[in-house]
Nanobody
Framework: VRLVESGGGLVQSGGSLKLSCAASGRTFSDGVFGWYRQAPGTKRDLVASITSGGGTTYVDSVQGRFTISRDNDRSSVYLSMNSLTPEDTAVYYC?????????WGQGTQVTVSA
């Protein structure tokens, strides 16, 4: 099983990025996909999640700026990030889990300059 994130990079404050996570190795249609982030010296926190039925949740700090989506046919999940601020700088990790499994990607760096 592999989860591979892409789309991170350096962007100016106010800019946008779209992260992608491609999952392979098994069926994930029943799983909940999540995007987490971890800044230096902090713990890894959930940013957004999406259920198999398309239900979404967001942490308050990204509500209205980030959008999570998934493509079950391609076992992929995306995170569109708008109006980025330096506080969004972190390594972003893709996660998928159900009651039977939990997998993580290797992370992708997002850096927002002031």
């Amino acid at each position: 099983v592999r989860l591979v994130e892409s789309g991170g990079g350096l962007v100016q404050s106010g800019g946008s990025l779209k992260l992608s996570c491609a999952a392979s190795g098994r069926t994930f249609s029943d799983g909940v996909f999540g995007w987490y982030r971890q800044a230096p010296g902090t713990k890894r926190d959930l940013v957004a999640s999406i259920t198999s039925g398309g239900g979404t949740t967001y942490v308050d700090s990204v509500q209205g700026r980030f959008t999570i989506s998934r493509d079950n046919d391609r076992s992929s999940v995306y995170l569109s990030m708008n109006s980025l601020t330096p506080e969004d700088t972190a390594v972003y990790y893709c996660n998928v889990e159900s009651q039977w499994y939990a997998y993580w990607g290797q992370g992708t760096q997002v850096t927002v300059s002031a």
